[in-house]
Protein backbone atom coordinates (compact mmCIF):
# COMPACT_ATOMS: atom_id res chain seq x y z
CA UNK A 1 0.00 0.00 0.00
CA UNK A 2 1.66 3.37 -0.78
CA UNK A 3 2.17 5.64 1.79
CA UNK A 4 0.12 8.70 1.80
CA UNK A 5 1.99 12.17 1.06
CA UNK A 6 0.19 15.05 2.96
CA UNK A 7 0.90 18.31 2.15
CA UNK A 8 -0.16 21.20 4.22
CA UNK A 9 -1.63 23.97 2.81
CA UNK A 10 -0.79 27.20 3.44
CA UNK A 11 -3.31 29.79 5.26
CA UNK A 12 -4.55 32.13 2.67
CA UNK A 13 -4.32 34.96 5.04
CA UNK A 14 -1.73 35.76 6.93
CA UNK A 15 -1.39 38.10 10.14
CA UNK A 16 -0.52 41.54 8.91
CA UNK A 17 1.60 42.16 11.63
CA UNK A 18 3.91 39.42 10.07
CA UNK A 19 4.00 41.40 6.91
CA UNK A 20 4.10 44.60 7.80
CA UNK A 21 7.03 46.60 7.41
CA UNK A 22 8.26 48.84 10.06
CA UNK A 23 8.44 52.73 9.35
CA UNK A 24 11.54 54.16 9.06
CA UNK A 25 12.86 56.31 11.39
CA UNK A 26 14.25 60.39 9.76
CA UNK A 27 16.32 61.78 12.14
CA UNK A 28 16.62 65.61 11.07
CA UNK A 29 18.79 68.68 12.32
CA UNK A 30 16.64 71.74 12.54
CA UNK A 31 19.95 74.45 12.07
CA UNK A 32 19.45 75.73 8.68
CA UNK A 33 22.93 77.21 9.17
CA UNK A 34 26.90 75.36 9.05
CA UNK A 35 29.32 77.97 9.64
CA UNK A 36 30.52 78.63 13.34
CA UNK A 37 33.11 80.50 15.25
CA UNK A 38 36.29 78.05 16.36
CA UNK A 39 36.03 77.21 19.46
CA UNK A 40 32.45 78.31 19.81
CA UNK A 41 29.83 76.13 21.86
CA UNK A 42 27.37 74.53 19.66
CA UNK A 43 24.03 73.21 20.54
CA UNK A 44 22.26 71.42 17.47
CA UNK A 45 18.61 70.38 17.72
CA UNK A 46 17.49 67.55 16.21
CA UNK A 47 14.12 65.53 15.96
CA UNK A 48 13.37 61.90 14.80
CA UNK A 49 10.43 60.78 13.97
CA UNK A 50 8.08 59.33 14.26
CA UNK A 51 8.47 58.91 18.23
CA UNK A 52 10.22 57.16 20.13
CA UNK A 53 12.72 55.90 22.75
CA UNK A 54 16.21 54.65 22.35
CA UNK A 55 20.22 56.30 22.26
CA UNK A 56 21.77 58.71 19.90
CA UNK A 57 25.27 58.41 18.92
CA UNK A 58 27.36 61.14 17.99
CA UNK A 59 30.31 62.22 16.35
CA UNK A 60 32.43 65.27 15.51
CA UNK A 61 34.95 64.74 13.11
CA UNK A 62 36.92 66.68 10.42
CA UNK A 63 38.32 64.07 7.70
CA UNK A 64 39.31 60.75 9.08
CA UNK A 65 39.71 62.53 12.71
CA UNK A 66 37.39 62.59 15.36
CA UNK A 67 37.47 65.65 17.69
CA UNK A 68 34.51 64.81 19.64
CA UNK A 69 31.90 62.24 20.44
CA UNK A 70 29.33 61.05 22.91
CA UNK A 71 25.92 59.60 23.55
CA UNK A 72 22.75 60.53 24.78
CA UNK A 73 19.41 58.65 25.54
CA UNK A 74 16.08 59.94 23.55
CA UNK A 75 12.46 59.98 24.95
CA UNK A 76 8.93 60.86 23.48
CA UNK A 77 7.26 63.91 24.70
CA UNK A 78 3.69 63.40 23.57
CA UNK A 79 2.44 63.33 20.31
CA UNK A 80 5.17 64.75 17.78
CA UNK A 81 8.69 63.98 17.07
CA UNK A 82 11.09 63.02 19.43
CA UNK A 83 13.29 66.29 19.81
CA UNK A 84 16.79 65.63 21.69
CA UNK A 85 20.06 68.08 21.38
CA UNK A 86 23.76 67.26 20.60
CA UNK A 87 26.52 69.90 22.77
CA UNK A 88 29.65 70.32 21.56
CA UNK A 89 32.73 72.95 21.89
CA UNK A 90 34.45 73.52 18.83
CA UNK A 91 38.10 73.35 18.11
CA UNK A 92 40.60 76.17 17.60
CA UNK A 93 41.93 76.92 14.12
CA UNK A 94 44.52 79.02 12.91
CA UNK A 95 44.45 82.91 11.88
CA UNK A 96 42.96 82.78 8.24
CA UNK A 97 41.12 79.16 7.97
CA UNK A 98 37.94 78.08 7.22
CA UNK A 99 37.86 74.32 8.30
CA UNK A 100 35.11 71.51 7.37
CA UNK A 101 33.90 69.68 9.79
CA UNK A 102 30.82 67.06 10.02
CA UNK A 103 28.32 65.93 12.85
CA UNK A 104 27.40 62.32 12.09
CA UNK A 105 24.44 61.53 14.26
CA UNK A 106 23.28 57.48 14.73
CA UNK A 107 19.99 57.22 16.50
CA UNK A 108 19.31 53.35 17.85
CA UNK A 109 15.66 52.87 18.92
CA UNK A 110 14.72 50.82 22.15
CA UNK A 111 14.36 47.05 20.75
CA UNK A 112 14.89 47.72 17.30
CA UNK A 113 18.35 46.27 15.48
CA UNK A 114 18.33 48.86 12.78
CA UNK A 115 20.36 52.24 13.54
CA UNK A 116 19.28 55.81 11.62
CA UNK A 117 22.08 58.42 10.64
CA UNK A 118 22.14 61.72 9.45
CA UNK A 119 25.29 64.31 8.64
CA UNK A 120 24.83 67.89 9.50
CA UNK A 121 28.34 69.58 8.11
CA UNK A 122 29.81 72.44 9.15
CA UNK A 123 32.52 75.14 8.48
CA UNK A 124 34.54 76.16 11.43
CA UNK A 125 36.15 79.74 11.19
CA UNK A 126 38.67 82.10 12.97
CA UNK A 127 37.07 84.77 13.91
CA UNK A 128 39.78 87.05 12.63
CA UNK A 129 38.57 87.71 8.77
CA UNK A 130 40.89 89.94 8.40
CA UNK A 131 44.24 88.18 9.26
CA UNK A 132 47.46 89.58 7.90
CA UNK A 133 45.47 92.18 5.69
CA UNK A 134 46.45 95.46 7.31
CA UNK A 135 48.09 96.66 4.18
CA UNK A 136 45.49 95.68 1.68
CA UNK A 137 42.88 97.46 3.97
CA UNK A 138 44.94 100.51 4.39
CA UNK A 139 44.72 100.42 0.07
CA UNK A 140 41.30 100.03 0.20
CA UNK A 141 40.73 103.41 1.37
CA UNK A 142 37.27 103.43 3.02
CA UNK A 143 35.45 106.53 3.57
CA UNK A 144 32.73 105.71 6.17
CA UNK A 145 29.08 107.88 6.32
CA UNK A 146 27.86 106.11 9.64
CA UNK A 147 25.12 108.31 10.87
CA UNK A 148 23.91 105.20 13.28
CA UNK A 149 27.66 104.38 14.10
CA UNK A 150 26.84 100.84 14.71
CA UNK A 151 28.87 99.80 11.45
CA UNK A 152 31.90 102.34 12.78
CA UNK A 153 32.25 100.05 16.00
CA UNK A 154 32.46 97.28 14.61
CA UNK A 155 34.88 97.89 11.61
CA UNK A 156 36.63 99.58 14.91
CA UNK A 157 36.83 96.45 16.92
CA UNK A 158 38.03 94.51 14.02
CA UNK A 159 40.95 96.99 13.47
CA UNK A 160 39.56 97.81 10.11
CA UNK A 161 40.94 101.37 9.02
CA UNK A 162 38.36 104.41 7.45
CA UNK A 163 37.95 107.59 7.36
CA UNK A 164 34.76 109.18 9.13
CA UNK A 165 32.62 111.03 6.74
CA UNK A 166 30.16 113.24 8.86
CA UNK A 167 28.20 115.02 5.98
CA UNK A 168 26.60 112.94 3.00
CA UNK A 169 27.55 116.34 1.07
CA UNK A 170 31.17 115.28 1.91
CA UNK A 171 31.02 112.53 -0.33
CA UNK A 172 31.56 115.02 -3.58
CA UNK A 173 35.00 115.81 -2.11
CA UNK A 174 35.92 111.93 -2.09
CA UNK A 175 38.99 111.76 -4.34
CA UNK A 176 40.07 108.01 -3.44
CA UNK A 177 39.15 104.97 -2.22
CA UNK A 178 35.56 102.81 -1.22
CA UNK A 179 33.05 104.69 -0.04
CA UNK A 180 30.39 102.60 2.01
CA UNK A 181 26.93 104.07 3.47
CA UNK A 182 27.21 102.40 7.30
CA UNK A 183 23.91 99.86 8.44
CA UNK A 184 20.69 101.62 8.99
CA UNK A 185 20.86 104.69 7.18
CA UNK A 186 17.65 106.44 6.26
CA UNK A 187 17.02 107.58 2.94
CA UNK A 188 14.25 109.03 3.47
CA UNK A 189 15.88 111.06 6.26
CA UNK A 190 19.15 111.73 3.60
CA UNK A 191 17.20 112.53 0.87
CA UNK A 192 20.40 113.62 -1.21
CA UNK A 193 22.31 110.22 -0.42
CA UNK A 194 21.18 108.41 -3.89
CA UNK A 195 22.53 111.08 -5.76
CA UNK A 196 25.59 111.43 -4.22
CA UNK A 197 26.10 107.65 -4.48
CA UNK A 198 25.17 107.49 -7.66
CA UNK A 199 27.59 110.80 -8.70
CA UNK A 200 30.41 108.83 -6.91
CA UNK A 201 30.23 105.84 -9.11
CA UNK A 202 30.37 107.74 -11.87
CA UNK A 203 33.12 109.64 -11.33
CA UNK A 204 34.99 106.13 -10.87
CA UNK A 205 34.95 105.25 -6.81
CA UNK A 206 32.97 102.00 -5.64
CA UNK A 207 30.16 102.78 -3.32
CA UNK A 208 28.64 100.20 -0.93
CA UNK A 209 25.26 100.87 1.41
CA UNK A 210 24.92 98.81 4.17
CA UNK A 211 21.04 97.52 4.68
CA UNK A 212 18.94 101.04 4.75
CA UNK A 213 16.11 101.36 6.89
CA UNK A 214 13.88 103.05 4.93
CA UNK A 215 13.49 105.42 2.16
CA UNK A 216 13.82 105.06 -1.86
CA UNK A 217 16.43 104.65 -4.08
CA UNK A 218 15.87 106.01 -7.67
CA UNK A 219 17.74 103.97 -10.23
CA UNK A 220 19.25 106.36 -12.93
CA UNK A 221 18.09 103.39 -15.51
CA UNK A 222 16.06 105.73 -17.76
CA UNK A 223 18.26 107.99 -20.76
CA UNK A 224 20.11 110.79 -19.88
CA UNK A 225 21.96 112.61 -22.52
CA UNK A 226 23.77 115.00 -19.74
CA UNK A 227 24.69 111.80 -17.68
CA UNK A 228 26.10 108.51 -18.03
CA UNK A 229 24.17 105.65 -17.15
CA UNK A 230 25.07 101.69 -15.76
CA UNK A 231 26.37 99.53 -18.51
CA UNK A 232 25.09 96.50 -16.09
CA UNK A 233 22.27 96.88 -13.57
CA UNK A 234 22.34 92.89 -11.13
CA UNK A 235 19.45 92.84 -9.16
CA UNK A 236 19.98 89.15 -6.76
CA UNK A 237 18.10 87.50 -3.65
CA UNK A 238 20.18 85.62 -1.16
CA UNK A 239 21.99 83.22 -3.56
CA UNK A 240 24.11 86.38 -4.51
CA UNK A 241 26.37 85.10 -1.21
CA UNK A 242 26.77 81.17 -2.38
CA UNK A 243 28.26 82.91 -5.53
CA UNK A 244 30.52 84.68 -3.64
CA UNK A 245 31.73 81.55 -1.37
CA UNK A 246 29.82 78.52 -1.67
CA UNK A 247 31.24 78.03 2.03
CA UNK A 248 29.36 80.87 3.64
CA UNK A 249 25.76 80.06 4.54
CA UNK A 250 23.26 82.03 2.59
CA UNK A 251 19.67 80.76 3.50
CA UNK A 252 19.96 81.57 7.63
CA UNK A 253 22.36 82.69 10.12
CA UNK A 254 23.07 81.40 13.24
CA UNK A 255 21.57 82.48 16.41
CA UNK A 256 17.76 83.48 15.30
CA UNK A 257 18.49 82.20 11.50
CA UNK A 258 17.36 85.99 10.84
CA UNK A 259 20.02 87.47 8.09
CA UNK A 260 18.06 90.30 6.10
CA UNK A 261 17.90 93.60 7.80
CA UNK A 262 15.59 95.06 4.41
CA UNK A 263 14.80 94.47 0.88
CA UNK A 264 13.76 95.83 -1.98
CA UNK A 265 10.86 96.16 -4.56
CA UNK A 266 11.59 97.82 -7.61
CA UNK A 267 8.56 100.06 -8.60
CA UNK A 268 8.04 101.87 -11.44
CA UNK A 269 7.08 105.62 -11.13
CA UNK A 270 8.27 108.75 -13.08
CA UNK A 271 11.58 107.45 -12.38
CA UNK A 272 12.80 103.56 -11.19
CA UNK A 273 12.38 103.42 -7.97
CA UNK A 274 14.12 100.33 -5.53
CA UNK A 275 11.47 100.92 -2.90
CA UNK A 276 13.10 99.63 0.62
CA UNK A 277 11.58 97.59 3.03
CA UNK A 278 12.56 97.70 6.78
CA UNK A 279 11.76 93.56 6.66
CA UNK A 280 11.89 90.61 4.01
CA UNK A 281 8.77 91.66 2.16
CA UNK A 282 10.82 93.05 -0.58
CA UNK A 283 11.73 91.19 -4.31
CA UNK A 284 15.51 91.82 -4.02
CA UNK A 285 18.83 91.66 -1.31
CA UNK A 286 21.16 92.79 -3.34
CA UNK A 287 21.29 95.57 -6.34
CA UNK A 288 24.43 96.56 -7.88
CA UNK A 289 25.57 98.98 -10.26
CA UNK A 290 28.19 98.48 -13.06
CA UNK A 291 29.75 101.72 -14.59
CA UNK A 292 32.23 100.02 -16.51
CA UNK A 293 36.10 100.24 -16.54
CA UNK A 294 36.66 104.17 -16.49
CA UNK A 295 33.76 104.06 -13.96
CA UNK A 296 32.79 102.63 -10.62
CA UNK A 297 29.79 100.71 -8.96
CA UNK A 298 27.20 100.86 -6.67
CA UNK A 299 26.29 97.78 -4.19
CA UNK A 300 23.02 98.21 -1.76
CA UNK A 301 22.12 95.60 -0.29
CA UNK A 302 20.05 94.02 2.76
CA UNK A 303 22.33 91.34 4.80
CA UNK A 304 22.19 92.06 8.51
CA UNK A 305 26.44 92.08 7.86
CA UNK A 306 26.61 94.31 11.15
CA UNK A 307 23.86 93.75 13.25
CA UNK A 308 24.95 89.63 12.72
CA UNK A 309 28.58 90.56 13.01
CA UNK A 310 29.75 89.07 16.14
CA UNK A 311 26.79 86.29 16.11
CA UNK A 312 27.71 84.44 12.69
CA UNK A 313 31.79 84.30 11.20
CA UNK A 314 29.03 84.69 7.68
CA UNK A 315 28.85 88.97 7.86
CA UNK A 316 32.39 89.36 8.84
CA UNK A 317 33.80 87.14 5.72
CA UNK A 318 31.27 87.97 3.34
CA UNK A 319 32.18 92.16 4.43
CA UNK A 320 35.35 90.81 3.43
CA UNK A 321 34.59 89.28 0.17
CA UNK A 322 32.90 92.65 -1.08
CA UNK A 323 35.93 94.55 -0.40
CA UNK A 324 37.54 92.22 -2.76
CA UNK A 325 34.87 91.91 -5.19
CA UNK A 326 34.91 95.81 -5.14
CA UNK A 327 38.51 96.49 -4.98
CA UNK A 328 40.91 96.69 -8.18
CA UNK A 329 43.13 93.72 -8.87
CA UNK A 330 41.22 91.91 -6.33
CA UNK A 331 42.82 88.73 -7.24
CA UNK A 332 46.13 89.83 -6.04
CA UNK A 333 44.38 90.27 -2.18
CA UNK A 334 45.16 87.79 0.11
CA UNK A 335 42.43 84.85 0.22
CA UNK A 336 41.32 82.75 3.07
CA UNK A 337 42.74 79.12 3.27
CA UNK A 338 41.33 75.84 3.88
CA UNK A 339 43.49 73.80 6.15
CA UNK A 340 42.52 71.26 9.17
CA UNK A 341 42.98 72.50 12.95
CA UNK A 342 46.36 73.14 14.83
CA UNK A 343 48.17 70.15 15.98
Known sequence: MRASLIIPMLPLFLSGALFAEETPVKVACQERWSNYFAEEAVTLHFSAEPPLTGVAAWRLATGDRTLARGERAIDTHGEGASQFTVQFALPPVKDGVMMPAEVTVSVQPTGDQSAYS???????????????????LESVDIHLFDPEDNTAKMLEASEIPFSPVHNPDALATVTNGIIIVGEGASFQEWRALSRLMI???????????????????????????EQSKPRRCTLAGNEIIKRMDKRFDHTAWAGDGRMLSSTFELQGRRDIIAAIHANEEGDWSWIELDYGPKGGRVIVLGFAIMAKW????????????????LTPNRNENPHLTTKGVPQ
Open 118 to 136: TNQSLWIFSRHAFVDSVTW
Open 310 to 325: NVSPTPRYLFRSILEH
Open 199 to 225: DAARRGHHVLCLAPAEGDWVLPLAFDA
